[in-house]
T-cell receptor, first 113, second 112 residues
Framework: DGGITQSPKYLFRKEGQNVTLSCEQN?????MYWYRQDPGQGLRLIYY???????QKGDIAEGYSVSREKKESFPLTVTSAQKNPTAFYLC????????????FGEGSRLTVL | DAKTTQPPSMDCAEGRAANLPCNHS???????VYWYRQIHSQGPQYIIH???NNETNEMASLIITEDRKSSTLILPHATLRDTAVYYC?????????????FGEGTQLTVNP
């Protein structure tokens, strides 16, 4: 079935370590997105990419990095510069056209000890 | 950027219609209104979207006012499984592409 796969679902890391969250989609979507969600809060946009080899900062990009070397993959690295990385991270992709809706993965929960 | 405003929480009785409002007074003419919902610790689920006309699908109806400054999501016969956070968002178009910015959403609780 087509969809978006995020991995790992749960991740524990020590403070100061970089971690990379995987996001893969087989929907042939051009656009992909990363959001962060804190408990009881809405989703905040970290980075997004409209096409391969191009990406844009969202509202809270500091301390994060991304790459888009392949259409189906949009990994997110949470660097040691991110002050408070413990959160729920959601990846999404969107079909082409003005009205394309977002499809979300199941999320990755990162806990920094 | 066009922002949305939603009430933080609402309650609804099971079997009754749930009407969730959203204000988007700065929406531009070519921006769509989307609705998603999120059940705890899962990825958000697409519900419906619209531009000007009212829309209906198997999940819900979307009523958009004539001036497009507000909309209402209607769940015609709410069930306990409809308890979730509902997000109303507006598609923002930028020169480098477009992004979707989420607000805080409305926590809908359907009571038996």
């Amino acid at each position: 079935d087509g969809g978006i796969t995020q991995s790992p679902k749960y991740l524990f890391r020590k403070e100061g370590q970089n971690v990379t969250l995987s996001c893969e989609q087989n929907l042939n979507h051009d656009a992909m997105y990363w959001y962060r969600q804190d408990p009881g809060q809405g989703l905040r946009l970290i980075y997004y990419s409209q096409i391969v080899n191009d990406f844009q900062k969202g509202d809270i990009a500091e301390g994060y990095s991304v790459s888009r070397e392949k259409k189906e993959s949009f990994p997110l690295t949470v660097t040691s510069a991110q002050k408070n990385p413990t959160a729920f991270y959601l990846c999404a992709s969107r079909g082409s056209g003005q009205s394309g809706e977002l499809f979300f993965g199941e999320g990755s929960r990162l806990t920094v000890l | 950027d066009a922002k949305t405003t939603q009430p933080p929480s609402m309650d609804c009785a099971e079997g009754r219609a749930a009407n969730l409002p959203c204000n988007h007074s700065t929406i531009s003419g070519n921006e769509y209104v989307y609705w998603y919902r999120q059940i705890h610790s899962q990825g958000p689920q697409y519900i419906i979207h619209g531009l000007k006309n009212n829309e209906t699908n198997e999940m819900a109806s979307l009523i958009i006012t004539e001036d497009r400054k507000s909309s209402t999501l209607i769940l015609p016969h709410a069930t306990l499984r409809d308890t979730a956070v509902y997000y109303c968002i507006v598609r923002v178009k930028e020169t480098s592409g477009s992004r979707l910015t989420f607000g805080e959403g409305t926590q809908l609780t359907v009571n038996p």
